[in-house]
């Protein structure tokens, strides 16, 4: 599975993005996709994830209302609309595919996007 993420880049506070993941490959559908980021200096984090389905997802707290996944399989595709954004947000946001695991933040994801920078100004 090839990932290609893509959406990011300068925004003010309090303004949205989308973020977009296309994927590679016919079985997409079966992958469990996350969205992660990695801010300067810091370690990479989880941001959510959305099952293969579409009907679960999961969030960071500190995103959960303001931030929202989802995906169209018919197009390979998973998203990341993000809302009210913050500096605090500003990050290189990958998505990443796991063949398993479900939508909690430890699944193992084997497949990632080469990321898409995404600055929050304030």
């Known amino acids: 599975v090839q990932l290609q993420a893509s959406g990011g880049g300068l925004v003010q506070a309090g303004d949205s993005l989308r973020l977009s993941c296309a994927a590679s490959?016919?079985?997409?559908?079966?992958?469990?996709m996350g969205w992660f980021r990695q801010a300067p200096g810091k370690e990479r984090e989880f941001v959510g994830a959305i099952v293969g389905s579409g009907i679960n997802t999961r969030y960071r707290d500190s995103v959960k209302a303001r931030f929202a996944i989802s995906r169209d399989n018919a197009k390979n595709t998973v998203y990341l609309q993000m809302n009210t954004l913050k500096p605090e947000d500003t990050a290189v946001y990958y998505c990443a595919a796991a063949s398993d695991g479900g939508s909690r933040p430890s699944t193992r994801y084997e497949y990632w996007g080469q990321g898409t920078l995404v600055t929050v100004s304030s």
């Open positions: 490959g016919r079985t997409f559908s079966s992958y469990v």
